[in-house]
């Protein structure tokens, strides 16, 4: 289980997330719901380590992230983070960028199987395995990026605006493998969304932020409950 407690992160004057406790169980998808600058992306990235929260701690099945560096964290293949804004070698080919996610992290097993997971559940990635990245499709690419930071089988995957400009249909495709990357080994996966019906469609659990602060938790079907829209967020 992922358990923040009392985390803040403030840029200068700006405090963008104020005094976050929560958690995010094992095995399935928790959302983090709010509108653009509610704080989300500085939460997900204070828990990757990409940025220094202020204050407050990051637990990771009741171990402190804090004693482990960002990159040993990235590298022990521990968390993945997938950064809103597609990031991935536009230049290179599927298979060249599934290579390099490989070898980023200290490579344990065998990339062939790997890469046969990757192509069995998107089997568009092997159809076009040698073309070159830029040249995907909006959900291609975050099928690739997906596929990337999963290479390795995180224990907790961070997901920044998954579904972003993404069609119905391939917000559908993405979901189902998240939620079965979640079930299949009890991983712990937080993801952000703007639209809050969305997140309550795709999510179990769902927090939601206002202005860096957390103003609502709950299951999905309890926030709902609760009126929560995408107006309500206004
Ligand atoms: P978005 O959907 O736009 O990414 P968000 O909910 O993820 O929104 P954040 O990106 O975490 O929100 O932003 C929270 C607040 O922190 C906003 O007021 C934003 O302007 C500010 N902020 C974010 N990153 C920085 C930065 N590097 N320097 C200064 N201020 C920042």
């Known amino acids: 289980m992922l358990e923040l407690h009392n985390l803040s992160v403030s840029y200068g004057a700006i405090d963008a997330v104020q005094s976050v406790s929560l958690t995010a169980k094992r095995g399935v998808i928790t959302a983090l719901i709010g509108a653009n600058g509610a704080g989300k992306s500085s939460l997900l990235k ?38 809103e804004g597609r990031r991935i070698f536009h230049q290179h080919t599927v298979e060249e ?10 490579p344990k097993g065998n990339f062939k199987a790997a890469q046969e997971q990757v192509y069995s559940n998107f089997p568009i990635l092997h159809e076009r395995r040698r073309a070159k990245a830029g040249t995907l499709s909006g959900g291609q690419q975050q099928m690739l990026i997906l596929s990337m930071a999963t290479l390795h089988k995180p224990t907790l995957v961070l997901l920044d605006e998954p579904s972003l400009g993404l069609a119905p249909i391939v917000i559908t495709q993405i979901y189902d493998f ?50 929560l829209t995408n107006a309500y967020l206004g």
């Open 178 to 227: 998240i939620r079965r990357y979640a079930a299949e080994d009890e991983r712990v996966v937080l993801i952000s969304e703007q639209m809050a019906t969305l997140a309550l469609k795709v999510a179990d659990y769902g927090h939601v932020l206002r202005q860096g602060k957390l103003v609502q938790s709950g299951t999905a079907e309890q926030l709902k409950g609760n009126g």
């Open 46 to 83: 204070s828990i990757s380590g990409l940025v220094a929260p202020e204050q407050g701690q990051v637990m990771l099945d009741g171990n402190d992230l804090a004693k482990i560096g960002p990159h040993e964290r990235a590298r022990l293949g521990i968390i993945a983070h997938a950064l």
């Open 97 to 106: 960028n599934l290579i390099t996610a490989w070898h980023f992290r200290k």
